[in-house]
Every structure is written in structure tokens, then in C-alpha cells.
């Protein structure tokens, strides 16, 4: 990051008359009358003109006003910042791949179809489930398709019922995915341990709940030691179990969902399986299912018979489509070459030393910050700002002083049942010097906080700009350039 | 092999600091009886070169390469300029994630700002999100809008919406109390207007209109936002093949209060499907009913300009349930790809490709219509795509055609009952006016 470069929109350096690429000359007869009837524009008012060595400066520039995983640790927690292959993003752009048309007749793209049956296969085998849909093209969007599953297997049973119970440590999407396919949310009491507390669930647990939301291993990075019987007092109420799968990081090949009782699951290829998170996106949330709910799942599912593959439409009791086409394709060769490069150790050894990492950080900072929940941690640790408060210094400060160190800061202030929380997963990708690296910072900082909290109210120092006034943006909103008159 | 940055030094005196005898002891916490014994039943790792081998044979089995494609329907074969490629391989966008700490996401916060004034810019809108996850979802995610904003319950979807898209708007309002009513189209292949005369009502939230519709015709938004304007309604009009803009007058402009659509067409490979790039733009009033992702202009604690994440009161890490929308991502890395499209396509290069369409698609038009037989479906503008009307069964048609090299196009009548043995024939920039000429003879001899 070059802290002198500023780089002007756009549209600021756009000159009249200037252009960046080119086509051919028309080779058809040019047909004077075109679109009759349809009301044409003159022209795309203020659009950019610039040159190609323009374009490239401009975008060159402002990628290096951005801190990514291929520059170091992106502690962020619950977010799952490994590495991305390279070799991954080749073959995502394989022309046989990404040339080949969503709609072409199943005979054409038999190569897509056992890239999206084999990538199924080895969801079910990793996660335990009987079936996995690749349709969501999110984490959120494989909540919402999960639940539109319960609900469906309800109605089949002859009652939607009314509530969804979800822990108050889960991430904002559970509720908001429950709410969108029509329940009403109940919120479920964490216990001085920050996991689930079987009296509010059995006291919650009714005929009237649809479903449990749970993630596991949850926010704070504990896993749910008492899954089973949570599961067992869930099923026995009629209800399904909900797992989002966004922590499956800490869990590959040690202990699978659907083992445990885990009727409906999400995961995410953009966490758990290495594809890239693109600044905020494309990700993919493909949904496992156990036998029961495989009636429902989305159209059209894939069928093999004797390695051919065929697309089946005819499913009466299907949810219908979450999204046209066949999900975030090239996500999903991106996630199948991983696990083809990983093996079964390789996959085993994410969850290990993903484990490993964080707790080497959570070992190695414990005392300089505090820990509210001491359970043991799997890839992810909650600190909080507790300490550092008595110096007037917060979480804000202490990520924003991260920068100055050359590192992304974790995860602030969440999950909400940490007060001032500093949420950290490195990852299994990470070596120990960026590790050792991170957690000398974090101890520098403990110790500034102490000696000089100034330099953290000020922080980052290092970057073009610092503290941007989000308050101002909210209440003021500019969203878009325009010419001044 | 595996992307581990551990030695064997390293985890052995790691795991002494974190006072573990083994890496099985950090998964103590985990009952016994559920863990998974021994290896998952997975293909054995693979090193790069022989990972390469394996992908190239399966894409290989794709015999679609090989083919002459006329296929369209929300998916785009455009001309996607070198530095696309380039520009948006870089690690700095590839390999960030969402831009919550700004001082380090400048790049794609920026970039994202300038997506949101491209959009409003082709649609002729106020406001633009960040990106929706694709053009189906975007016209699920506006129905929901329009619900909210009008807190009514009954949509009126144009038959002539994208079929997949009309699936996804059922499944995401079916178990919210939104009804869906579909309004058929006349011999011009435009939404039928005495029919959405008729369904309109003062329970209707929505009118949902896609131009050009499934058959490439463009509609009379004018006139459709007018009718859901009358009965304070908002008019919906979803963009599948956004080239169209460049060319044809802005939704905006037309009456839409809300656009959303799929902006794959700018630089985006048709890649199976997806990644896509949903995008929505609506008028300033709607704005705090958005969903999605929204980045705003500020100044930092120094007075210089920056870019942040705004407006978040309306999601679901702050408002859990009560969040405009579930969308906790946008397509960040297919926005950027977009954004250096336009740019570098720019005010002139823009309208040259969709222009070229346009009269391309118009060619082709006219030289199938003159095979004895076929004739153009319906009467109405066409932009890039157009429906024919064939004297054989469309299956029987696409196999011989398909045996000559050449995927001519989507056959209608699985999805729109009644259509007759009609095909959706698309043409792009890309397809020159010999491989147009090929098309035209190899479907006169298939039919003779």
C-alpha cells in the first residue's frame, strides 16, 4: 500500500473522445429502421472515456489500496481466510468450462454435470449427508434454501408450524433467513459456558418450533459438546436440526454433521473449501440433506446412470428453483479441485491445524487480552477489549493499530454476547512466522494501550486515509458520482 | 499435498505451547462416539500437474465447445477485452474479503462506487446496490421490496419474464403470503395489455416486466409503469441482457422504479451459469427498502476523501430478522470485472458492441425468415435476440442441426405451453455474418 497514491474516480479523468477498445467493422448490411417502435437513448449520459493504459493504471492503483489473503494474515473470524490456490483459478477458467452455456442440451456439457455429481458426492462424504443441492450461491442463500426445505417437509407432513429457535450467538443472516421463509424467530440463551442451554431449549422446544438453527462449532469457536442430545430433543418434538456450516473449517474429517444428528446443513465453499472471497463475493452455499428432505430439494437434480448424466425436472415435491441455472459453476470447480488436490489427509489436516493455529494465538495471548468464555477453542478464539477499556483504548483501536502492523484486524464486535469482541481464526494455511508475526503485534499493542493509548485512538497511521466518518455517510448519503454544474 | 506452511519442527513445539500431546487432544470436545473414525472415503491427492490432467479430461467431455452457438435466454456470449482478464486476476481483488476495515479496502470500495454510478447511469436511476447474487434473485429480492414498500400482496409477473426467474420470484414469496398472478403476451410477443388492464388492482404491490422479455422483444415500459402507476403500484423492470442498455432509453426514464437484472454481458464468461452478477438500482424514496450491500462517499478524521459501507441499518448483521434482505455478500470480484468492462468499453464502445448486436440479431432475422417455412414469432423490437416459428418439431430440428455443428438456438415449447414448435435464436457480437450465413443454409437443408 502506497499511501501518497491517490487515484481520482473514473469519471474525473474521462476526456471526450477517448476510447480503450475497439470491435470490428460491422459485417452485416447495416439496416437503417432497427428497433422500430422501441425508444432508443441518445446516449449514456456522463459514461467514462478513457485509454487502456488508463484503465490499467486506474485499477492497478486502487488494488493496492486493498490488504488481501496473498499479503498476509486476514485474521478475520468466523469468516475463514485461508489461502486460495492458484491452479484452482486456472481451471475455473478452463474455456470447456467457462465457455460452456447454461442452457446447452445436457449432452453437450456432461463434462459440467459430473463436475457438479462429483463435487456432491464429496460434500456427502465429507459432511455426512445424503444429498447436497449446489444451487445457493451463498452462505445466507443456502440458510434460506435449508429452511424452505423444513418447511416444505412440515407442509408435507400437514403443519409449517410457527418458530425457528436460534442461539443469540448466531451470525444476523439465521435470523434473517428464518424470517424470509416465513417463521417467527425465538432466541435461545447462551450459558457461562457460550454454548446452548438445554433448559431454555427444553423449555422453547415445542410442537410449534420447525427447526433449531445451530452453528457448530459456534461463533466463540466451542464446539457444542451436548449436539447429540440437542438433537435428540429437537427430533423429538417433531423438529429438524439446522447446522450452518460456516465453522465447517474445524471439522473436515473429524467428526461429520450428519453423525450428529444434523438434518439440514450449508456449507461454504469460500470458507471451508479455498475459493476466493472476491472482496465480498461470488461465494457458493451448497445445502446437505438426510433422506428425509431429499423429496424437496431444488429442480433440477442431477442423475447418473452408467456415467451418463441427465437433468431430473419431475420432482412434485421440490421447494422449485432458488436461482436460475446451476449455482456459482466456477466456484464450485474451484472447491471440487481443492478437495482433489487435499485427498482424505489433506482434508483432515484443514480441521487439524486449523485448530492448532488458533490455539497457538489463543495460548500465546491469553493474560494480554481477556477471554470471556474459557472453553476450549477449535479454529476460532473470542478475546474482548475488557482490559484494554481501563486505558479508555477499544476493539476499534486496537484493530485499526493492527494495520499500522502491517496485518488485517480480526472480527470486531461480534458475535453480540462478547462485549467489545476481537474474534480471531487464522486458518490452516498460515505459517508460524505470520502467527508469531500476528500475536507480537497484538502484545505490542497491549502494551501501547497501556503506555501510550494515543498512538491507537490515532491508528492506522500508514494508510492514504484513517477513519472514515461513517456516521456522516449514513446520514448524508452519496452513492454515486455525478458532474458538477 | 495439501497448502499447509507448517514443518514438523513448528507443530511439535506448537502444540508444547498449547500443552497438547497430539493434535487429536485439540479435538477433546468433541464426544467420542460421534467422531469420524479412520479417512474419508475421498480420491487420493493429486499434485497440480496431475490435477490438470483430471480437469482437462472432464472438461473435455463438454462436447458444447465444439459447436456453433446461437444460445441466449439470460446468458451472453460478448467479447470480453484482455485486460478484464488481466486486471481482475490481481491477488489485491481476488484474495480480500467483504471492505469492513476501510482504510484497507479502499481498492474495491472505490470500484464498487463506481459500479453503483455505472448502474444508475444505464438505468437512469437514483441509487444501485453493491450486486445481487444474479438476475433471478434480483427479481425476487425486488418483489420482496415491492411487498415491502407497498405493503401489498399480489405481484403481477409478465409471462414473458425469464422462466427460471419466474420460478425463483414462486419460491421465495410462497411462504410469505405474496400471491404471483402471470400476465400472457399477444402476437407481438409484448405483455398483454388488456390482460394487465384486467389484473390490476389495489392489492397489487408490483408489475414485473422483463425488456427485452424472454423473446428478445422490447416492451413498452412507458406505457406498463403508467398502468402500475395507476393503481400505485411500482413498476419492476428486469434487465436479463443489460448490453441492451447502452442502446435502448433507460428503464428509469421510462417510469421503472426499480431495475434489477443480470449484468453477466459485461465481462462475465457465460461459465455454466454463475458466477453472475445481479445488480438493482431504484429510485432515491426506495432507497432505505434496498437490499444488498450499499458503499457511500465520506471524508476521513483528516478531511480526505474515502469510501465506506452505508446504510448497513438495513441488514442482517445489525437488524438480524427484521433486515431488508437475508444477503450478507455481493458479487464483489464479478462487479469489479464489470466495472473495468464498461470503463473500458466506455460512453462510444459501449453502444458500438450493443449496436452491433441489434443489427447482427437483425440480419439473422431476416435470413431465417426467408427459409420457406420459417417465419419471425412475433412482430414486435428485437434487440440481440428473436423468437422463429419452424414447420418441424423443435427437438427433432435442434438434433440435426446439433449433428451439423451447430446449437441453433432454445427451444419455447417445453416452457410456454402453446408456443408451437418455436425457438429462441440469439446473436452477439461475436458471431460473424458467415457463421450467421451458416446457420441460415444448414437450417434450410435440416428442413427441407
Known amino acids: 500500500m502506497i499511501k501518497e497514491i491517490r487515484e481520482p474516480l473514473i469519471f474525473e479523468i474521462s476526456e471526450a473522445g477517448k476510447r480503450a477498445s475497439e470491435l470490428p467493422p460491422l459485417d452485416v448490411p447495416t439496416k437503417k429502421d432497427l428497433l422500430t417502435g422501441a425508444p432508443l437513448r441518445r446516449e449514456i449520459g456522463d459514461f467514462p472515456e478513457v485509454s487502456e493504459t488508463e484503465i490499467t493504471r486506474h485499477f492497478t492503483r486502487l488494488s493496492q489500496k486493498n490488504y488481501c489473503v496473498d499479503m498476509g494474515l486476514y485474521p478475520l473470524g468466523s469468516c475463514t481466510m485461508k489461502y486460495n490456490p492458484k491452479v484452482n483459478e486456472r ?87 428464518a424470517h424470509i421463509c416465513g417463521y417467527t424467530v425465538k432466541e435461545i440463551k447462551s450459558n457461562e459456558k457460550g454454548t446452548i442451554d438445554l433448559a431454555s431449549l427444553a423449555q422453547e422446544m415445542t410442537e410449534e418450533v420447525a427447526a433449531l438453527m445451530v452453528t457448530n462449532p459456534n461463533t466463540i469457536g466451542v464446539f457444542e459438546s451436548d449436539i447429540c442430545r440437542i438433537a435428540e430433543m429437537v427430533h423429538a418434538k417433531g423438529g429438524f436440526v439446522y447446522m450452518d456450516g460456516a465453522n465447517m473449517n474445524a471439522l473436515t474429517g473429524i467428526v461429520r454433521p450428519g453423525d450428529m444428528g444434523i438434518d439440514v446443513m450449508h456449507i461454504n465453499l469460500h470458507k471451508t473449501f479455498s475459493t476466493p472471497h472476491g472482496g465480498g463475493g461470488p461465494g457458493s452455499g451448497p445445502v446437505g440433506v438426510k433422506k428425509e428432505l431429499m423429496p424437496f430439494l431444488p429442480v433440477p437434480v442431477i442423475v447418473e446412470k452408467a456415467g451418463r448424466y441427465t437433468l431430473d425436472f419431475n420432482r412434485p415435491g421440490s421447494i422449485g428453483r432458488v436461482r436460475a441455472y446451476f449455482g456459482n459453476f466456477s466456484v464450485i470447480v474451484r472447491a471440487l479441485c481443492y478437495i482433489l488436490t487435499l485427498g482424505p489427509k489433506g482434508v483432515r489436516e484443514i480441521a487439524e491445524f486449523a485448530v492448532l493455529n488458533a490455539n497457538y494465538i489463543r495460548r500465546s495471548l491469553e493474560g494480554e487480552y481477556y477471554l470471556k468464555y474459557t472453553s476450549a477453542s477449535m479454529h476460532e478464539c473470542v478475546f474482548s477489549d475488557k482490559f484494554q477499556k481501563e486505558f479508555g483504548v477499544t476493539n476499534l483501536d486496537i484493530a485499526k493499530r493492527l494495520i499500522d502492523y502491517g496485518m488485517h484486524p480480526p472480527t470486531m464486535s461480534f458475535p453480540l454476547i462478547v462485549h467489545g469482541a476481537l474474534m480471531i481464526e487464522p486458518t490452516e494455511t498460515e505459517s508460524r512466522r505470520d502467527l508469531d508475526m500476528f500475536i507480537d503485534a497484538m502484545k505490542a499493542i497491549a502494551k501501547e494501550a497501556k503506555e501510550n493509548p494515543e498512538i491507537l485512538h490515532a491508528a492506522p497511521h500508514v494508510t492514504y486515509v484513517s477513519r472514515l466518518d461513517e456516521v456522516a455517510a449514513a446520514k448524508f448519503p452519496v452513492l454515486r458520482w455525478e458532474k458538477k454544474s | 499435498m495439501s497448502y499447509l506452511s507448517l514443518s514438523d519442527k513448528d507443530k511439535a513445539e506448537m502444540l508444547a505451547r498449547v500443552g497438547a ?83 484497507v479496502s479502499q481498492g474495491t470500495l472505490q470500484l464498487i462506487f463506481e459500479f453503483q454510478t455505472l448502474i444508475c447511469q444505464l438505468t437512469g436511476l437514483d441509487v444501485a446496490n453493491d450486486s445481487l447474487y444474479d438476475g433471478s434473485t434480483g427479481a425476487a429480492e425486488a418483489v420482496l421490496m415491492a411487498h415491502r414498500v407497498t405493503s401489498r400482496s399480489k405481484v403481477l409477473l409478465a409471462r414473458s419474464l425469464h422462466p427460471q426467474y419466474r420460478e425463483v420470484v414462486r419460491t421465495y414469496i410462497k411462504n410469505l403470503g405474496v400471491e404471483s398472478v402471470e400476465v400472457g403476451f399477444g402476437p407481438d410477443g409484448r405483455i398483454d395489455k388488456a390482460e394487465l388492464t384486467r389484473s390490476l388492482d389495489d392489492q397489487t404491490a408490483a408489475v414485473v416486466t422483463q425488456s427485452p422479455n424472454f423473446f428478445g422483444v422490447v416492451e413498452d415500459l412507458q406505457a406498463l409503469s403508467e398502468a402500475a402507476h395507476g393503481v400505485k403500484a411500482l413498476s419492476v423492470a428486469v434487465v436479463a441482457e443489460a448490453m441492451s442498455l447502452a442502446l435502448l432509453e433507460a428503464p428509469g426514464k421510462l417510469g421503472a422504479d426499480i431495475v434489477t437484472g443480470e449484468a453477466q454481458s459485461f465481462g462475465i464468461p457465460v461459465s455454466f451459469g454463475g458466477p453472475y452478477l445481479g445488480f438493482m438500482a431504484c429510485k432515491k424514496e426506495f432507497l432505505r427498502q434496498m437490499p444488498g450491500r450499499i458503499t457511500g462517499q465520506t471524508v476521513d478524521k483528516d478531511g480526505r476523501r474515502g469510501f465506506v459501507l452505508t446504510l448497513s441499518t438495513r441488514e442482517q448483521h445489525i437488524r438480524r430478522e427484521r433486515a431488508t434482505s437475508n444477503i450478507c455478500s455481493n458479487q464483489a470480484l464479478c462487479a469489479l ?112
Open chain 2, 21 to 103: 500431546a497430539s493434535v487429536g487432544d485439540l479435538f477433546c470436545c468433541i464426544p467420542e462416539a460421534v467422531r469420524f473414525k479412520g479417512l474419508l472415503d475421498l480420491p487420493a491427492a493429486q499434485s497440480e500437474l496431475e490435477l490438470i490432467r483430471t480437469m482437462d479430461a472432464v472438461g473435455g467431455k463438454n462436447a458444447y465447445g465444439g459447436h456453433l452457438s446461437f444460445l441466449g435466454g439470460g446468458a451472453y456470449d460478448h467479447f470480453i477485452p484482455t485486460v478484464v482478464d488481466y486486471l481482475s486476476s490481481r491477488g489485491e481483488f481476488v484474495s480480500p474479503y467483504t471492505p469492513y476495515q476501510p482504510e
Open chain 1, 91 to 177: 481451471l475455473a477458467a478452463h474455456p470447456a468450462f467457462a465457455g460452456s452455456h447454461p442452457l446447452a442440451p445436457a449432452d453437450l456439457i456432461q463434462g459440467n454435470l459430473e463436475v457438479l455429481k462429483k463435487l456432491e458426492s464429496f460434500l456427502c462424504e465429507i459432511a455426512g449427508m445424503d444429498a447436497f443441492t449446489l444451487q445457493p450461491a451463498a452462505g445466507a442463500h443456502g440458510e434460506l434454501t435449508g429452511m424452505m426445505l423444513i418447511r416444505a417437509a412440515l407442509e408435507a407432513r400437514g403443519n409449517a408450524r410457527k418458530y425457528v429457535l436460534i442461539p443469540d450467538s448466531a451470525h444476523g443472516t439465521n435470523p434473517s433467513s
Open chain 2, 337 to 448: 470485472r464489470a466495472t473495468i468492462f464498461m470503463e473500458t468499453l466506455g460512453k462510444q464502445g459501449l453502444r458500438e458492441m450493443a449496436w452491433q448486436n441489434a443489427q447482427k440479431a437483425a440480419y439473422a432475422a431476416d435470413k431465417l425468415a426467408a427459409i420457406p417455412g420459417v417465419k419471425r414469432k412475433f412482430t414486435g423490437p428485437v434487440f440481440n435476440e428473436f423468437a422463429v416459428e419452424l414447420p418441424k418439431p423443435w427437438p427433432a430440428v435442434d438434433a440435426a442441426l446439433r449433428a451439423k455443428g451447430i446449437v441453433g438456438g432454445y427451444g419455447l415449447g417445453a416452457e410456454f405451453a402453446g408456443i408451437g414448435n418455436a425457438a429462441l435464436v440469439c446473436v452477439t457480437e461475436l458471431r460473424t455474418k458467415d457463421e450467421i450465413d451458416r446457420l441460415a443454409r444448414t437450417l434450410q437443408e435440416v428442413l427441407s
